[in-house]
């Protein structure tokens, strides 16, 4: 009886030790700790419609005691582009880099985005991607 209770006391509490902060992922492209967290780093859009509005928004949060500024977003081609707040972030509130797919394009697609926090080496990597139909198959 007494074995059975502390295995259940140690599930349990692994539980509440790899559960903490899962809202928000750590970039995986940095070696140090980064400043800011990401609620995803991949957005899928699935199959969306020749010419629709094709926009995915990352939500991110600063962990960081510093204020903490966002110098650049660049992206991996023309086809997307990348706005975000160019405002120094002081404050623990969540705050979002949204990045819009020119849906003109047909096929399938994946681009990446690269997010360059002040005072950190490698940028973080963000994702999209998914498919756009031809006109005739909507």
Not at 50 to 72: D, G, L, M, R, Y
Request: with cysteine.
């Amino acid at each position: 009886m007494k074995t059975k209770f502390l295995f259940f006391a140690l599930i349990l509490c692994s539980g509440f030790v790899f559960g903490q902060n899962k809202d928000f992922e750590s970039p995986a492209t940095t070696s140090k700790q980064s400043a800011i967290l990401f609620k995803s780093l991949i957005y899928d859009f699935g199959k969306i419609k020749h010419k629709s509005e094709a926009k995915a928004v990352f939500i991110f949060k600063k962990v960081s005691k510093k204020p903490v500024k966002i110098t650049n977003v660049q992206t991996s081609c023309g086809c997307t582009a990348a706005d975000w707040s160019r405002e120094e972030i002081t404050n623990k509130k969540k705050q979002k880099i949204s990045i819009v797919y020119d849906s003109r394009i047909i096929g399938k697609f994946t681009k990446y985005a690269y997010v360059y926090v002040e005072g950190q080496d490698d940028p973080i990597q963000l994702q999209i991607k998914g498919e756009v139909l031809p006109p005739n198959t909507q």
